[in-house]
């Protein structure tokens, strides 16, 4: 570990790739990996009869993987890693993530193609692990009381159910420990001046360009930077500002774009004076210099969990409005206001235009999704005295012993577990119900995508983010301002439950739920009932969507299982569509509905 801000030299670069933390890091690997596969029924543990462990065989039959595991709602396979041996020709080999992947690779489904990306993705991911495991190790509760940035820059595994989750590829050495959000290095953005006639800036209501930059930039920054382009012959008032990330200036936009730099199209005014710090989200920032300020979300052209996390351009344009619709309804929703629900609105917006590339290549390209940011309100300044924030994602951390961060939160609260529970689900659950059946909504409800606000350990209300690229609108005959229209989404009807069931239940409550059980904090048909209850609550108060309660039934037996990482290990630099996600997903069978045995009688 170095200081932060300094780079670290070669082998200071390295120093978390030890033989003891690499080996762990592949342990915790594989663990996920087989509890995360056997959920998705791309493995088939066998029950061992002799000691009750569960065994998973290689494709040729030849190495064998023994583990312990609990079996939980929603086919949730709760593992222990230290328990998981390996063995072939009656010897006992070590855990390695890659031979795992070479050793079930048809099993996995992984092509020749595919295969050796992945396996760039495992190793990243590990290397992440093992950067996480050497450095400070604060208890789950010591987390659990920190501020906003402390808990962002904590979290330790990423999204929950993708084995490959930190692949980054793209990055080197040095750039993961300037860039990664886990090594909490503040930087600076890069700001560029783009020629107005090839960018495209828009803002929300009550917002323009000058009020937007002079509050982000300050008059002397804002200045100096207009004497750099005075200086070099062009006038500042035919170029809009905007930040770019260090990353992609670096390897991206001064060789691709090379052009509009040597044409003055582009030019680079250097770095900002604010520092910022990179979220779990990898190419937001966070304003430490000044936490009342916009977050920066900007392009990268880094593949990271199935996809090239560029921005478009076009796809920006529409960004504001939407928010500012979304926020308008949010506002006049007598349900929403209830349950204190809010958004940070994506309040503007800017892209540039390369035209050769834009000539060249057909939509949803990476080649139009280099250079594009946009800006998104803090909460901070939204904040009553005695709350604090927290990503949702840490209520799935747990510490290097076991400490979970949830149960820090619920023994700070003094309440009962299932009473603290309940008050999360009415700042979280019920929202997304609400806009799903009053409205036909769906959003991207992940735990990087909300943001808790909590008082003495309690969650009291809950904010939504990531608006404009993630929600979507599926009721065909909504009548949406011409601006916002693109959001509108063709999903088949027996598909949109699964936004609830998929997004919620099976990618965030089924952890959660295990995590809490495994720790005796709260049991699993409390947990549910607990969930059950918040639905059922929610249609009683909601009498006149009794229809839409019947045709898409939070009750049903089961629904289907959509598998997330069949996507990655099938397509991992595009798992979806964008333009049609229904289209994409795969779908293996069903889980049993761990709330359907609580249904409300007639």
């Given at each position: 570990m170095t200081a932060a801000g300094t780079r670290p030299t070669a082998q200071e670069a390295v120093a978390h790739l030890t033989p003891e933390l690499w080996a762990r890091a592949n342990r915790l690997l594989i663990r996920k990996?087989?509890?995360e596969f056997a959920h998705e029924r791309l493995l088939a543990p066998a029950r061992l009869p002799r000691d009750g462990h569960y065994a998973v065989r290689s494709d040729d039959g030849a190495t064998e993987y023994r583990f312990t595991a609990r079996r939980q709602a929603l086919d949730h396979w709760q593992v222990d890693p230290d328990s998981i041996t390996r063995h072939r020709d009656q010897a006992e080999l070590p855990l390695d993530a890659l031979e795992f992947f070479i050793e079930l690779?048809?099993?996995?489904?992984?092509?020749?193609?595919?295969?050796?990306?992945?396996?760039?993705?495992?190793?990243?991911?590990?290397?992440?692990?093992?950067?996480?495991?050497?450095?400070?190790?604060?208890?789950?509760?010591?987390?659990?009381t920190s501020d906003f940035q402390a808990v962002e820059t904590g979290m330790t595994e990423g999204h929950p159910c993708f084995v490959a989750n930190n692949g980054r590829?793209?990055?080197?050495?040095?750039e993961y420990h300037a860039y990664a959000p886990e090594t909490a290095s503040p930087l600076k953005l890069i700001w560029l001046a783009a020629r107005r006639d090839?960018?495209?800036?828009?803002?929300?209501a009550g917002l323009d360009y000058d009020t937007l930059i002079r509050a982000e930039l300050g008059d002397a920054t804002r200045a100096r930077f207009a004497a750099d382009l005075t200086a070099l012959g062009l006038a500042p008032d035919d170029y809009y500002l905007f930040p770019v990330h260090p990353w992609?200036?670096?390897?991206?936009?001064?060789?691709?774009?090379?052009?509009?730099?040597?044409?003055?199209?582009?030019?680079?005014?250097?770095?900002g004076d604010d520092d910022h710090l990179a979220q779990q989200s990898i190419r937001t920032f966070f304003n430490t210099t000044d936490p009342a300020k916009h977050y920066v979300k900007t392009a990268l052209s880094v593949l990271n969990m199935g996809f090239m996390r560029g921005l478009s351009a076009s796809y920006m344009e529409a960004t504001p409005a939407i928010n500012d619709w979304l926020a308008r309804l949010i506002d006049a929703d007598d349900t929403f206001r209830a349950a204190r629900f809010s958004i940070i609105r994506e309040r503007a917006a800017i892209g540039y235009h390369h035209r050769q590339y834009e000539?060249?290549?057909?939509?949803?390209?990476?080649?139009?999704?280099?250079?594009?940011?946009?800006?998104?309100?803090?909460?901070?300044?939204?904040?009553?005295?005695?709350?604090?924030?927290?990503?949702?994602?840490?209520?799935?951390?747990?510490?290097?012993?076991?400490?979970?961060?949830?149960?820090?939160?619920?023994?700070?609260?003094?309440?009962?577990?299932?009473?603290?529970?309940?008050?999360?689900?009415?700042?979280?659950?019920t929202p997304v119900l609400h806009a799903?059946?009053?409205?036909?909504?769906?959003?991207?409800?992940?735990?990087?995508?909300?943001?808790?606000?909590?008082?003495?350990?309690a969650v009291e209300r809950v904010i939504f983010k990531d608006i404009a690229e993630e929600i979507a609108v599926m009721d065909p005959d909504a009548v949406l301002p011409p601006a916002v229209a693109r959001i509108r989404a063709d999903v088949p009807e027996d598909k949109k439950l699964l936004s609830v069931f998929t997004d919620v239940f099976d990618c965030f409550f089924r952890f959660l739920s295990g995590t809490l059980a495994d720790r005796?904090?709260?049991?699993?048909?409390?947990?549910?009932?607990?969930?059950?209850?918040?639905?059922?609550?929610?249609?009683?108060?909601?009498?006149?969507?009794?229809?839409?309660?019947?045709?898409?039934?939070?009750?049903?037996?089961?629904?289907?299982?959509?598998?997330?990482?069949?996507?990655?290990?099938?397509?991992?630099?595009?798992?979806?569509?964008?333009?049609?996600?229904?289209?994409?997903?795969?779908?293996?069978?069903?889980?049993?509905?761990?709330?359907?045995?609580?249904?409300?009688?007639?």
């Amino acid at each position: 570990m170095t200081a932060a801000g300094t780079r670290p030299t070669a082998q200071e670069a390295v120093a978390h790739l030890t033989p003891e933390l690499w080996a762990r890091a592949n342990r915790l690997l594989i663990r996920k990996a087989l509890a995360e596969f056997a959920h998705e029924r791309l493995l088939a543990p066998a029950r061992l009869p002799r000691d009750g462990h569960y065994a998973v065989r290689s494709d040729d039959g030849a190495t064998e993987y023994r583990f312990t595991a609990r079996r939980q709602a929603l086919d949730h396979w709760q593992v222990d890693p230290d328990s998981i041996t390996r063995h072939r020709d009656q010897a006992e080999l070590p855990l390695d993530a890659l031979e795992f992947f070479i050793e079930l690779r048809d099993s996995l489904g992984l092509t020749a193609g595919i295969l050796p990306v992945y396996l760039e993705e495992i190793s990243s991911t590990l290397s992440g692990t093992a950067y996480k495991l050497a450095g400070p190790a604060p208890t789950a509760a010591e987390l659990a009381t920190s501020d906003f940035q402390a808990v962002e820059t904590g979290m330790t595994e990423g999204h929950p159910c993708f084995v490959a989750n930190n692949g980054r590829l793209g990055f080197g050495i040095h750039e993961y420990h300037a860039y990664a959000p886990e090594t909490a290095s503040p930087l600076k953005l890069i700001w560029l001046a783009a020629r107005r006639d090839h960018a495209t800036f828009t803002a929300g209501a009550g917002l323009d360009y000058d009020t937007l930059i002079r509050a982000e930039l300050g008059d002397a920054t804002r200045a100096r930077f207009a004497a750099d382009l005075t200086a070099l012959g062009l006038a500042p008032d035919d170029y809009y500002l905007f930040p770019v990330h260090p990353w992609q200036w670096w390897n991206k936009l001064s060789v691709t774009f090379a052009a509009e730099v040597a044409r003055q199209r582009l030019v680079c005014l250097g770095p900002g004076d604010d520092d910022h710090l990179a979220q779990q989200s990898i190419r937001t920032f966070f304003n430490t210099t000044d936490p009342a300020k916009h977050y920066v979300k900007t392009a990268l052209s880094v593949l990271n969990m199935g996809f090239m996390r560029g921005l478009s351009a076009s796809y920006m344009e529409a960004t504001p409005a939407i928010n500012d619709w979304l926020a308008r309804l949010i506002d006049a929703d007598d349900t929403f206001r209830a349950a204190r629900f809010s958004i940070i609105r994506e309040r503007a917006a800017i892209g540039y235009h390369h035209r050769q590339y834009e000539a060249a290549t057909e939509k949803g390209s990476p080649y139009l999704k280099m250079l594009a940011a946009l800006w998104r309100e803090s909460p901070v300044p939204t904040l009553e005295p005695g709350r604090r924030l927290a990503t949702m994602a840490s209520l799935l951390h747990t510490d290097r012993d076991g400490g979970s961060f949830a149960a820090a939160l619920i023994e700070e609260s003094g309440l009962d577990p299932a009473v603290w529970l309940r008050r999360y689900l009415d700042g979280y659950l019920t929202p997304v119900l609400h806009a799903f059946y009053a409205y036909d909504l769906v959003f991207m409800p992940h735990g990087e995508n909300a943001i808790l606000v909590i008082e003495d350990g309690a969650v009291e209300r809950v904010i939504f983010k990531d608006i404009a690229e993630e929600i979507a609108v599926m009721d065909p005959d909504a009548v949406l301002p011409p601006a916002v229209a693109r959001i509108r989404a063709d999903v088949p009807e027996d598909k949109k439950l699964l936004s609830v069931f998929t997004d919620v239940f099976d990618c965030f409550f089924r952890f959660l739920s295990g995590t809490l059980a495994d720790r005796g904090v709260l049991d699993e048909d409390t947990f549910w009932r607990t969930v059950a209850a918040c639905v059922t609550d929610y249609q009683k108060s909601n009498p006149q969507l009794a229809d839409k309660f019947a045709r898409y039934d939070m009750f049903a037996d089961e629904f289907a299982l959509s598998c997330l990482n069949r996507l990655q290990l099938r397509n991992n630099q595009q798992m979806v569509d964008l333009q049609d996600p229904a289209g994409a997903l795969q779908l293996i069978g069903t889980l049993r509905n761990p709330i359907a045995r609580y249904a409300p009688t007639a």
